[in-house]
């Protein structure tokens, strides 16, 4: 431990996310002790001086900062991680990457296409290091999704689909915006299901089969007005609460999304499964240790579905954790980030997703609002 | 037994659908001793002579015909059953509607819209009895989902999503065409999964959830083309492999239809979800016997999806069969239909679904074609 | 068909299971074709002459008896089949092979040791032919479980272990005895769980895994009278409301053995699972055309619990009956068992499981209830 | 965090507990912030200078010790948690005791029931506050069960099974006893899966559903004799590869365990149910976030098994953590374990289960290991 270099944080936001990030920073160095780096929780910054301090004495971090400006700004911190709200996420990125500061960016990246490109372009003129949070990549079972896809065994990938499906907005007596509930306001967060649940299914889907061609869209509101918190009036949602696309990868393959806050009975149902020629595989969050895979390869009588519970040595990540059997749980896909960044600072590789990266999922969901507007197909762009 | 009235069947084909037809009229005196009517298996038809006694006598049949004008001119016939490949249907509608039989014909009822709409005529200008064996409604667990929508347990609909996957078709050697795949024909089976399977998930979402509006849908041709069994020649492949489509109800739900033919690992995978404000519903093909059931209004802590086997004797037909927890399979949703066709003989009702009501679903399909082929939004032209 | 052999029936019993076999010999010949031989539903006999006339024109018997030593007296009958209550059994069964008939017996084959002697020496005396309704047997699902057993796949046995579950008999004011009720009256059916259901997960499981050796058990009577529903008085329960075994089977596996009417939630749920060194077998009533399958000698990373779904063509049974995915029943068993037994009557070989095999599930069930009294081990005296 | 009062921890033994009772004391005070009391990891003590030193850099210990008694005697330390091989058990904590420290002690208890009985005599007698980290219990499924037996939703008990099945030691290659292989000498662990696994079911059913009365039981060792570590022999294997056990409890109802490391295909499979004459509950450790519950007091046609995602913020323990639909992992019952400890220094309240509460279970396993010796039940003493 005491060789290791320092990687000195300085976290922008304090909530749900500011939680896990945290979280990952304090474990890695127990569970990965290989690694040559280790993070050091220099600062937090939240608006709110009171809630902030609260912050850093529960989790430890050396000081408090309630402007971000502020945070960018001081020497002692080596990488910003942006926890905030998305309307921020751009304006201190990019005032982070002029700062020559490393960037670890909530999801999704922007509200919007135009907002992403500044900050691809802010971090690319900079030569700054920068990752994204797209998290459930790093969990085991969807690693080893990642792993046997590319091992070959699919052959020619026909489908992909993927749900995510929740029930937390069903009442319609809910309010909108403000204090945990920025996400169903659309001026913060550039839009609801879409960039909330599905940026998570677009971005595990281009990662394994690569880019996705064109798109064609429905969004829906299912409740038109509800109380915003800040006003405190009964103001229009302007986010998509359920949101469905068909879609075209480039590799010929046909892609079906579908996310909702009013799928009741769902809480955080997040699933994908692909087909190929010669073998299919399918998730599960619920059940997130495990991962089903059918190989057409398998003797005729006795094919079928195996459910692998991916707890073994052998299996991604698995061996820094506990024994075969002993599962682990949504935390440890930030551990697992985590230590996947700071490995690429001895490497000097990138750390996927960076932020060109996650551009091209935005790229998608920008295709994916437009279409839902105008009815018809639209082109992403995406060339691999 | 013996005072029942005959209903004098004539069967035309003699395929998959003549043995589960046919396996319906034979055992359901047997289980539903109640009815006042009971099928008499008077002739069945084919083109090939020898296959046609060959089934006559595998089955019971009293006579056979290798021309179906023959059998729909005969006097002791009083129903028609359509099993031949989709080419045929309308045809032998027409005929057997204005000969004044009744008429059972095997789903989808047409290649396309004007085919079925001429069918439609044909049965209202004759006033004869007619149902379409969409049989998968009448499995008990089907039924029973639709007793929980009807009962109003499920408050205001959000989402229906439906799949039917398969994965029989991938072998890109597999010929089209002719004995045993027509249904890879499109001038025979007028479109792929669309018909043959889609047309199933549509039917019973609409059944349960009102009509679909308008649709949005891509198809794909996988394997481009394919040796012609009937001439032997390399042709191109012009049914749908594989076809997903996005929809609204007008109820105001969105729907989500996915079906392929090239989902390695599953079989004949037909799964629904129905979610409402309240209540949700899902239900899987490969677990007939089983229907999932979450209710919003059990005690917050012990809240779940509950797995009910649907074998109590309280539970739609399974009264008629054996003891809570002992399954039935699939042919018995054809003796299910059988049943309520003979019962609707008693009543004077209509026996669901009618040509009238297969029709809307043609709608679905023709508007899905059509989508399909301009990338557009398509009203279907339902109106409830 | 016209060509085939008769074999003509006469069944004793009409309730459930005079039932399920009567539906087995109708359904035989339309889905085995190839048979010699084919049943003919001559004669049915049960003490209530209204109730056998009913069961008879409703199944489509010829001819009624309403004493059973009529029956077995009657020259026109080939095979004496037994559905009686299980008090009836050696008495019809040793004057059935006195006059020289096949005897189809349900099981278990006795209420005890003593009477499942006489009944193996009387067939054994007479020569005649002879099987034992142990249905499950020819669950496709279980009938593929034995030929992987069988295939040499699983290797050394290390554990067996089954369950049997239901729940339908906790309500105290059930009363016992006499019509539906009489598996709750000892002096008619030997014993409770362990001879309606125990039985059955014993003739599987000595079937697969070999003769079991020594047992010890518990038993358990949790309501301790109830009302005979004959006497009309509240009267001591004699039945085992549970049962539970370990055993040594005579290749040095451990068996677990558990069955109650007092399991809450559960129907009929039979399991079984079976631990081999290079590979398991489990297996689950509720869910009858699944089977899972371990193999070790699956790639480690991508080992895991196979669902098979048991319904392709060459599954057990399965190209007799539709396309793959689509399941068949728990009545299907006693289909295939009728076809077995009459395959047999072509080859001259024994249909099993024999008296003399079902006898050696009584020595198991003697020893259980031996050991149940004394608290002890019981060796059963079975050599294989 | 600055005011809370200090646990300063001794921590014997750096194996596979030491890492998770570790990591249980560096997560409780960020994710449990209301405690007034917050670990500290003072000093760890192992045999080997070099591992211990490695073990304490890795995870933050301030100092090492290479001879408990020293860190016994350390007046700096104000708890002991005892982390060895079964065998030190007794010794450190007897002497723990006597030096008036507090005591977390692994379970097993003790090798035997003699041990575990000086054990309890020695913490009476020296009045210090002690526990066992049977820690399965703080798992939320588990507590959740708890706490619906504890509403007495089951009414009264039936039947309680639990299995716990591995599959590590089937290679008759694995040698025997030394580092990481302790568990399988019998003379340091005192038994095989008994000890080790069923302790834990053991412990769980107790908990819930009162004490055991009686026993009967079969170990067997498969595999007869292996190389042991230690001497480079081979040597007899003395510990029970597999064990079952019938059992009575107090209350009248039935139990059934069984235990193995030669379950192919099983990691860690630790699965329950007990079942009441008004609702049942199972739970399955492979998916440990997930509790099933059937209610009997369900609608009749929407009755079934309930699938439980046990991730709610009114569930036990989850308002700590994430948000509805994120699962944990297993290392979570230890950060509860040392949650509720740290609890219980606030309240003066006992932590279950304590060395008297899991004396009884030694009492159980005492009973099990005579009667699979004798081959009769056995009482093992347990009152209420």
Redesign the interface.
Known sequence: ??NRKELRIGLVGCG?MGR?H??GY??V??FF?ALTHTPVLKAVCARNAEKVKAFA????YESTETDWKHLVARKDIDAIDICTPNDFHAEIAIAAAAAGKMILCEKPLARDLAESQRMVDAIEKAGVKNTVWYNYRRLPAVT?AK??VDSG?LGRI??Y?A?FL???T?NANLPQGGEGLWRMDAAVAGSGVLGDLLSHCIDTAMWMNGGIKDV???T?T?VKERMHQLTGKVEKVSIDD?C?I?C?FNN?S?G?F?S?R????????YTFEI??????IRWD????????????A?E??????????V??G??PYMDK????????????SFVHQVADFLKSLETGEPCSPTFTEAHETQKVCQAVLDSAVS???KNTGIKN
């Not at 969050?285 to 057409?296: A, G, I, K, V």
Request: cysteine-free; hydrophobic content about 35%; proline content about 2%.
């Open positions: 431990m005491k749900f896990t945290t979280n304090k474990r160095s127990d002790p004495d529960q989790w430890g080893l792993q046997i065994k026909f489908h689909r749900n929740q029930d937390w069903i064609t869209a429905m829906e299912f359920a469905a068909l075209h010929g046909l079906v579908e909702t009013y799928a009741r009975g769902h809480k955080a149902l087909n190929g020629a010669n073998a299919s969050l619920h059940d997130l240790n495990r991962l089903e895979y059918f190989d057409n398998d005729s009588k006795v094919k079928g579905w195996r459910s692998i519970h707890t073994d052998d299996h954790w506990w024994v075969p059997g002993l599962g682990i749980g949504y935390e440890h009815g018809t197909w």
